[in-house]
């Protein structure tokens, strides 16, 4: 197996160390519901909702956000610099010790 180490601070502050397959093509939203973290993932990874959203916490280099990406989180709630969509970050090996934060419930 070729799994890595990722950080998921949920919703109430509590810190998740989980191990995250990076043989399996999963997205971090997807590894996310897997671990019963409170994800909605309500358009099933289509970068279409902002229910995954989630803040990178750590100094990762990650993938640039598509069109698709900027345009959600533009008409997201509690958008920071640092918001990404978790159904748009493939795990790979580049990203273990990945820190997130999952971003609040839309008001």
């Known amino acids: 197996m070729s ?17 995250a397959p990076t043989d399996m093509n999963m997205n971090l939203m997807e590894v996310c519901k897997a671990y019963e973290l409170p994800v909605e993932g309500t358009c099933g990874g289509m970068a279409l909702c902002a229910s995954c959203q989630c803040y990178i916490l750590s100094n990762h280099s990650l993938n640039e956000r598509s069109d698709d990406e900027e345009a959600m989180l533009a008409e997201a709630f509690n958008v920071r610099e640092t918001s990404r969509l978790g159904c748009q970050i493939p795990i790979t090996k580049s990203l273990e010790g990945l820190q997130v934060e999952l971003a609040p419930e839309e008001d």
């Open 3 to 19: 799994d890595i180490k990722i950080s998921v601070i949920d919703r109430d502050g509590i810190e998740h160390q989980i191990d």
